[in-house]
């Protein structure tokens, strides 16, 4: 349930100072974001280029065309490179957007691999934040901060330049830039504030589409498909005309940014026009010529351009303010990822000759956000070498147990002992223990590699031994066409195409076999075969049992006769 | 031959028509005039300057008024214009979009069964809500032809003041810009498609991985599977990388398109003297630099198209269904072969199982099973194999969905909340529930107290899917919304999960007064004690439809 999760994630919103830090962190992927806002300053530099040619250009015109032809050249030449730097701009942009994103999906990813299951974050949520969340900040990295980051700087390059040219010109520039600073900045946060609201007024005219979209199995089960649809033309109605109402303020802001950008257009013409009449009614330093006064009006709009620009990237900027409060909100990982195992037991070593007894002494696991407990007051021990089956009906927490040996549930109360020695919270028997579920990680390659997965450094005389004792000959002998090695290396596509349940149960199996554990874990190992398969695989099972301590959550009364110890859980109502 | 959304869009441009012409004029205005004042700023300096050196005479003879004037106002009308353009056609967009979501939700819930469960997931939404987005763009789009058309024009006409030849180059230089751009978006077309791929194929490898916690642990395989991932993220990031450089191109074509244009403005001028040169030129920039629009456009063009036959499927099969409904008799005929009237069946391995109105069953088994399977099929939300599910006598998959529904009162596993208030939820099974009925089945469902609590009891909003509550409230809230309905069975999909052993007996002792007041059948399914023994019957899914009668 995507929707469900992750509007639950956006109900604690971040304060805007922690995810201006988060997004500040997650940008630096490399301080090299600054090459992007570099090659936006030289267009400014190129612009200054750009005027200049034309202005030469124009005051060459009376020497005839051969003395305006390098002051045309100087003006393909400049435009050219505008168009380069800002290539080159948007290239480096997609560069920084594009390591910050893997960066940052790198990280996800961990936390995902390490979630608690059952836990609030569903593979739905993470899934969205690892796709469409961490999408969402590629505008801001590519295009926003490189703008900001020149939008400081090269409007006074811009004014320099002028300023060299004609300082009343340049004045004139500060002059309308003022009033937009100072409205800016007396509206300050409110200015803010209107283009936030236009963003969530648009969101939400698509967002109770996108609702009645998802809930659509609902409206239908209650024939409501026809009142929805009706309600929905309404409501997007209605909400239209309540966003043209924040729209009409928030476009005044873009409107006045373009009407500062005329405004100085204008009155730099005008200005120049009247101090190359010398009709000025007040007296400045200067005396313009052709060229100079050319230069400056050519320059004007440019002031405005970084700012333009700016303006333009906005949304990205809000669009990543979004996904940032999705993504600050989900859960860090639990530990650093990977080889950390200090909560092992020392007892317990991969190699260790002597097999491990298991107790779980009143053990309680409740997932953070339930109202109940997934097990409560477990009690039962696995002696060395031992099978224990766990049964009992769905959502009786079987697999909640295995998980917690695993380190992927959380332990509220009681203790797991491992030859008497307590596993600390949030401690792991993985490294020695194996693992076969009703669901076996199978992915694109041939079997060999599947296999290998438990165990890269296996012989192939294990794997040999592993795939007869796990009963997939037959299966591989009609693959290879005769010979077990060649039905080793025929390939399965990730979906496990071509193989049955059965089948599939049986090559998890072989892997759990191939992995050296004293330890063996078995969630529903038979689940969804029927009767024959059933009773074949579990001959399987008790040879894979052989010589380990084995736990086995299952529905099925044969495993069940299988068992040296059956704990049954339930809700005793 | 142009598909059903290009009739619908052709229709909403119909009746929006006014909005988008005001839009299209305005954006006119706002194209011709920047090509205009940086025309006329250029030609009153220039021939400012020449009057300035010709001396105070000529300076006092020089019409500056006008000129003066013409640059103030045609700054202002820029700006206005744009403003005035903006609102127009976002207006436009707004109206437009809102009749053509309802007719794509209308579509969408005529389509086959389970298509409307996908829908569940949140690619096909996601891609859904951005296909109507980009059709708003498109509507927001309207007017960026008729910018560059006036565009045009103002440049032409300004342009042979200069010379003709100049402003023939200019609209030359326009010309080769679209074409050359034109080519560009036609090459980077499969770049969007890559990045669905990419996306996709991300999001595959990390659903596989993410759901197989326990076996990449005890195998040390996490390492490797964050590499897995990795490797498909790169994939996307390089991807949408390709993406936006081959956007970058067509930022160096447009800028020296400027600059190019310019310069051959001006040289190609150069012989009517220097005002007339300098208004050329800078009219012939103004005029390129008008296309930019459109140019973005061009490269958003394969999405929107990739958006539009998607839509169009949508409202193809939406077509043809109707002609199918209308065709069809509305009710298939009694089946004599088949089981009796006035009740349900449904076949599971063992046999068909027969539930008269009023009885109350569970279904159950591991989880996996096909339980929540078979409740979607009787909702006919799924497709059921002929023969599987009778209802009153006839096949389910023969009788319109819309009139089988009406026998069901379900309550769905997920809940399924709408976005809006707890009154909003609850009215959607029943739409002329009052107030008394609504409270009385929050009661039944023991949510009554929690939603008194709420700020504003029944109008309380509890947000995206029901986010301002808990898992256990939601699904009481759905329970509560199926029993707001009076449909002759009641549907419960595991209605307890995550609730306390206090509130789940509550909620059965409710449940089962309910029942016997109403006198609606229940079809459970449910693995928790306290609610199966409200049930005479048992189904058990694996055991093969072993229909034990007696309680446990």
């Known amino acids: 349930m995507t929707a469900l999760s992750s509007s639950d994630l956006a109900s604690t919103d971040p304060t805007p100072r922690a995810r201006r830090q988060w997004l500040k962190t997650i940008a630096q992927g490399g301080r090299r974001g600054d090459a992007a806002a570099a090659w936006l300053m030289l267009d400014s530099v190129a612009a200054i280029g750009f005027a200049g040619g034309l202005a030469g250009a124009i005051v060459a015109v009376p020497a005839g065309a051969a003395a305006v032809l390098p002051w045309v050249m100087l003006v393909v030449l400049s435009g050219g490179l505008r168009g380069l730097v800002v290539m080159l701009a948007t290239r480096r942009g997609a560069r920084q957007a594009e390591n910050a994103k893997v960066t940052l999906r790198r990280r996800i990813v961990a936390s995902a691999l390490h979630r608690d299951p059952g836990a ?111 309600a929905l033309g309404i409501a997007a109605d209605e909400l239209a005309a309540r966003t043209m109402g924040v729209l009409r303020v928030a476009f005044l802001s873009s409107g006045a940014l373009e009407f500062f950008a005329a405004l100085s257009v204008a009155l730099v013409a005008v200005y120049c026009g009247f101090n190359l009449l010398h009709l000025l009614p007040f007296p400045v330093p200067e005396q313009l010529d052709l060229g100079r006064a050319f230069f400056v009006l050519a320059l004007a709009p440019e002031f405005y351009a970084p700012m333009r620009r700016l303006a333009a990237a906005y949304h990205d900027k809000q669009a990543a303010e979004t996904a940032a409060d999705r993504l600050i909100a989900l859960p860090a990982p639990a530990s650093p990822m990977p080889a950390s195992l200090p909560a092992t037991p020392h007892a317990l070593r991969p190699d260790m000759p002597v097999l491990p007894a298991l107790a779980f002494r009143s053990v309680a696991i409740r997932y953070p956000g339930a109202e109940r407990c997934a097990v409560s007051d477990l009690m039962f021990d696995v002696p060395p070498g031992r099978i224990v089956v766990l049964t009992g009906p769905s959502g009786s927490g079987k697999t909640s147990a295995l998980h917690l040996l695993l380190g992927l549930a959380p332990l509220v109360a009681g203790d797991v002992l491992i030859d008497g020695e307590r596993l600390p919270p949030g401690g792991s028997l993985a490294p020695s223990a194996s693992w076969a579920g009703q669901h076996p990680l199978i992915i694109a390659g041939t079997i060999r590699e599947n296999l290998r997965l438990a165990c890269p450094d296996a012989t192939d005389d294990a794997i040999d031994r592993a795939v007869v004792q796990a009963g997939l000959r037959p299966m591989l002998m009609a693959r290879g066409g005769g010979r077990m090695a060649a039905g080793l290396d025929t390939r399965l596509d990730a979906r496990g195409g071509g193989l049955s349940g059965g089948e599939r149960r049986r090559l998890a199996l072989a892997r759990a076999m191939l992995k050296p554990a004293p330890i063996l874990l078995l969630d529903e190992p038979t689940a969804h075969l029927d009767a024959l398969s059933e009773i074949a695989l579990v001959t399987t099972i008790v040879a894979a049992c052989r010589g380990r301590t084995t736990l086995i959550a299952t529905h099925s009364d044969r495993l069940v006769g299988i068992a040296d110890h059956v704990v049954r859980l339930g809700d005793p109502a | 031959m142009t598909g059903p959304l290009d009739r619908l869009l052709a229709q909403e441009r119909g009746a929006q028509r006014l909005l988008l012409a005001r839009a299209a004029l305005l954006a006119a205005v706002v194209a011709a005039a920047s090509v205009l004042l940086l025309g006329l700023s250029g030609w009153f300096i220039t021939a400012a300057a020449i009057a300035g050196l010709a001396g105070p005479a000529a300076a006092l003879a020089f019409n500056y008024m006008l000129p003066s004037a013409g640059i103030r106002l045609l700054a202002i009308l820029r700006t206005g214009a744009r403003y005035g353009e903006r609102l127009a056609s976002h207006e436009a967009a707004f109206g437009a979009l809102a009749r053509i979501r309802p007719a794509i939700f209308r579509a969408l819930a005529a389509q086959p069964a389970g298509t409307a469960l996908a829908f569940g997931t949140g690619e096909a939404t996601a891609r859904l809500i951005g296909d109507v987005d980009a059709m708003e763009m498109q509507f927001v789009r309207q007017s960026a032809p008729w910018g560059v058309a006036a565009a045009l024009i103002a440049g032409f006409g300004l342009v042979s003041l200069g010379s003709v030849a100049a402003s023939i180059a200019t609209a030359c230089c326009m010309a080769v810009l679209l074409i050359i751009a034109d080519r560009l978006a036609r090459r980077s077309a499969p770049l969007g498609q890559a990045v669905q791929y990419a996306a996709g194929a991300l999001r595959e490898t990390f659903a596989g991985l993410a759901d197989a916690a326990p076996e990449l642990q005890c195998f040390g395989l996490e390492p490797w599977a964050a590499a897995q991932v990795d490797d498909r993220s790169r994939a996307l990031a390089a991807a949408q990388r390709a993406q936006a450089e081959a956007a970058g191109w067509l930022d160096l074509l447009h800028a020296t398109a400027v600059g190019i244009a310019a310069a051959g403005a001006a040289i190609l001028s150069a012989g009517s003297g220097a005002p007339r040169a300098a208004l050329a030129a800078l009219a012939a920039a103004m005029t390129i630099d008008a296309g930019t629009p459109v140019l973005r456009a061009m490269i958003e063009r394969g999405r929107m198209r990739a958006a539009r036959d998607r839509l169009d499927d949508i409202l193809k099969t939406h077509e043809g269904a109707e002609t199918y409904l209308e065709n069809a008799s509305p009710r298939a005929l009694p089946n004599t072969a088949g089981p009796s009237r006035s009740a349900l069946h449904f076949v599971l391995p063992a046999g068909m199982c027969h539930v008269r109105r009023g009885d109350r069953v569970a279904l159950t088994g591991p989880s996996g099973i096909g339980k929540t399977t078979l409740v979607e099929k009787m909702l006919s939300l799924r497709p059921s194999a002929p023969g599987e599910i009778w209802l009153d006598g006839d096949d389910i998959g023969l009788i319109p969905a819309e009139i089988s529904r009406r026998s069901f009162a379900w309550a769905p596993q997920d809940a399924a909340l709408l976005s809006g208030t707890v009154r909003d939820n609850l009215m959607l099974a029943n739409p002329d529930a009052d107030d008394a009925t609504l409270w009385r089945a929050l009661h039944d469902a023991v949510l009554d107290d929690r939603v008194r609590a709420l700020d504003h009891g029944l109008d309380a909003w509890v947000g995206e899917n029901g986010a301002r509550l808990s898992g256990g409230e939601r699904r009481r809230l759905a329970v509560a919304r199926a029993y707001c309905s009076l449909a002759p069975w009641l549907v419960l999909d595991e209605p307890s999960e995550g609730l306390d052993r206090t509130t789940e007996r509550l909620l059965a002792v409710r449940l089962a007064q309910r029942l016997d007041t109403t006198g609606q059948g229940l079809i459970l399914v449910s693995h928790r004690p306290a609610l199966v023994a409200l049930c005479p019957r048992r189904f058990d899914l694996t055991q093969a439809g072993l229909d034990r009668r007696s309680a446990a």
């Not at chain 1, 490189?146 to 811009?158: C, M, N, Q, S, V």
């Open chain 1, 120 to 230: 609030p974050t569903t593979t739905g949520v993470l899934m969205a934040a690892v796709v469409d969340e961490v999408d969402a900040l590629d505008g801001y990295i590519a295009r926003f901060l490189p703008a900001r980051k020149a939008g400081a700087i090269a409007p006074f390059l811009i004014l320099l330049a002028t300023a060299l040219a004609s300082p009343v010109a340049a004045g004139i520039l500060v002059v309308t830039l003022i009033p937009f600073i100072v409205a800016m900045a007396l509206a300050g946060g409110a200015a803010a504030e209107k283009s936030r609201r236009q963003f969530t007024a648009l969101a939400r005219l698509t967002g109770r589409f996108a609702d009645r979209v998802r809930a659509l199995p609902v409206v239908l089960a209650f024939g409501a498909e026809d009142r929805e649809a009706h």
